[in-house]
């Protein structure tokens, strides 16, 4: 995908400030640093988001988030580390070429995630669960 900007990052065609590289993997520097230590690890084939990995490449790229979120914690030492991974406009994804975020975070460093929780009655709670399990048959 010659449009696709981090297809050129991990095809070395514009540069990048990489931490880590393997088979079907990339780590390297967001550009917009949260805090600094913030890392994207991206697949190295072109995949728009989560619905097109395969089972290896979504074991690499948690072997590889894994990894790293271990480095962020020894060079950083963060009072925590957040994943964030966005799929589609409504989930707040910018580049459609699935990667994944670690941020290093601290105590009121601006960063937010409002979290509306609905609390459903249990019998809610099977209803939605119904519908996934019949979904993954
Ligand atoms: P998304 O919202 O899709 O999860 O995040 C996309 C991220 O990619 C943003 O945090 C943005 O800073 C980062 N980004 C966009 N373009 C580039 C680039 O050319 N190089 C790097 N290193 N990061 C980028
Ligand atoms: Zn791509």
Redesign the pocket.
Known sequence: MSDC??CR?VNGQ?P??KVHEDRLTLA?????Q?NPG?V?VAAKPHVENIYGLDDALAAAVFQTAARVARAVKKAYTPEGVTL???NGAAA?????HF???LIPRYDKDGMHLTWPAKNPPREQLEVNAAKLRAALE
């Open positions: 900007v981090f990052i514009i990048s400030t390297f520097m967001d550009i917009g949260v913030h994207l964030y991974q966005a707040g994804q910018t580049v459609y990667h994944l975020h």
